[in-house]
């Protein structure tokens, strides 16, 4: 729903977009452009929309950040406005075009060739690593209802990614808002959790576990991949205040667990891959939006 006008600070309840929800959609921008068609249908608006281009965006790996090229991108989306309702439902894909964000992670294992006789399948784990021509696909349904004094949102989605680091997520939050004269107390509920047959890096034979430094490779790399997946839930309430008609100031306090000792949304590192992951994480925000 953060589409458009809605996507500034100063027009929605919250310090900051929903973390369970909206961190974990790949493309923030676009490159190209989009063609809208808006008609009577019943008694609301039916808005039909259509998008294409490529989106640049840095992707983290357990070793580095890389820069890639997502191209072509493909889009639609229906938009229903009825009375103080709207819902809304997407559809996009998208090809890596540019860029080996694993490249790094493989060049370390690949520095001793004698690590592939030793791991037979390890040369086919590594090509399931690459990148480009890998396509993303992302799925959202959501409705958003607001009166002078209540405020009402909710979404749902889907991500489904064919590359081993990024395992299909499914996420969704709904927030209430209620507002007294210049202020708004509002609170959330956000899930997000991956979902589906995760990636399972094919172990050595046991003869070459039993070497420490084919051990060792085997445990990083079952971390990297591990490292992605994502189960945590938050729940969060603030006070919104509107200074003037261009102007807010918001406060949040939120509290996110951790489930199943999950901690993909957080922490992405080869010093991360076994850190202790904590049973909760708790926020606070403060934020100034305004608008010209």
Do not use: C
Request: glycine residues 6%; negative net charge.
């Amino acid at each position: 729903m953060l589409s458009e006008y809605r996507d500034v600070g100063f027009a929605y309840l919250w310090t900051k977009p929903i973390t369970d929800f909206y961190s974990n959609i790949p493309v923030t921008t676009l490159d190209g452009g989009d063609i809208a068609y808006t008609t009577p249908f019943m008694d609301g608006m039916l808005e039909t929309r259509f998008y294409a281009g490529q989106s640049e965006v840095a992707i983290d790996n357990v070793t580095n950040t890389t820069d890639v090229t997502l191209s072509p991108l493909f889009g639609t989306r229906l938009t229903y406005y009825i009375d103080r309702w709207t819902f809304s439902g997407s559809a996009a894909t998208v090809k890596n075009k540019k860029g080996e964000p694993a490249a790094q992670l493989s060049a370390l294992f690949s520095q001793d060739p004698s690590i592939f006789y030793a791991w037979p399948s390890l040369q086919s784990t590594l090509n399931d690593f690459q990148f480009v021509d890998t396509r993303f696909y992302y799925y959202s349904l959501g409705a958003h209802y607001e009166t002078g004094d209540w405020n009402v949102q909710s979404e749902l989605s889907y991500s489904d990614a064919e590359w081993p680091f990024f395992p299909d997520l499914a996420a969704g939050y709904i927030s209430v808002g209620k507002a007294f004269d210049s202020s708004t107390v509002y609170g959330f509920a956000s899930k997000a959790k991956s979902v589906g047959d995760l990636y399972t890096v094919e172990a050595p034979p046991a003869i070459s576990l039993l070497v420490p430094q084919i051990a060792s490779a085997y445990q990083t790399l079952k971390g990297a991949v591990s490292a992605r997946t994502i189960n945590q839930e938050t729940l969060g309430f603030g006070v919104r205040y509107d200074i003037n008609t261009q102007l807010s100031l918001k406060g949040q306090i939120e509290r996110t667990w951790l489930l199943d000792n999950k901690f993909g949304a957080w922490s992405y590192s080869l010093e991360g891959i076994n850190a202790p992951v904590p049973d909760h994480i708790d926020t606070i925000s403060i934020s100034l939006s305004f608008v010209f």
